[in-house]
Structures are given as C-alpha cells and as structure tokens.
C-alpha cells in the first residue's frame, strides 16, 4: 500500500531525527492531526494497488508494522470515496 493525499491532510512527517535512511528508508507522511473524543491523534491515509486488493479480494490480511518492541493504541478502517 502506499500513503496517499487526502483533502484533510494537514501536515507532514518526516523521519525521526537520527534516523538511518540507508538501514531502512522512511519517507514523508502526510497526515490529519485530529481528535476523536478527547484524545489526539494522527490519521494518515493509504490506497492499495490492483495487485493488493485483488489478494484481499481472496482472504488476504492486512498486516500493521511498527518500529520498535511494543505496539502503540492504534485503529485502521476504511473510508469510501466519492
């Protein structure tokens, strides 16, 4: 899957000072910093490619990876496009 642009995207991550671009490469993030309930967070959106959605047209899973040895409170969902 790749990021993509979405009308509420208003800002962008880069990589986290000191980072290695030639151990693993991180690129920049556009992002929707927003609140649900009370809480802050960051939305990013993402678009699989033909080949992607045709493996989850199977059964494929979605898998989710995170740097680092825990996992932080995080959701993923869908949302439609008009």
């Not at 009308?7 to 693993?24: I, K, T, Y």
């Not at 080949?51 to 989710?64: F, I, M, Q, R, S």
């Amino acid at each position: 899957m790749r990021p993509t642009q979405h009308s509420s995207n208003n800002r962008v991550l880069g990589a986290p000072p000191g980072w290695d671009q030639g151990e693993l490469p991180c690129g920049a993030l556009a992002i929707t910093d927003a609140v649900q309930g009370d809480v802050p967070c960051v939305i990013s959106f993402w678009r699989p490619d033909a080949d992607e959605l045709a493996a989850l047209n199977a059964g494929g899973l979605v898998y989710l990876s995170v740097v680092g040895r825990t996992m932080p409170p995080m959701g993923l969902g869908v949302e439609t496009t008009s």
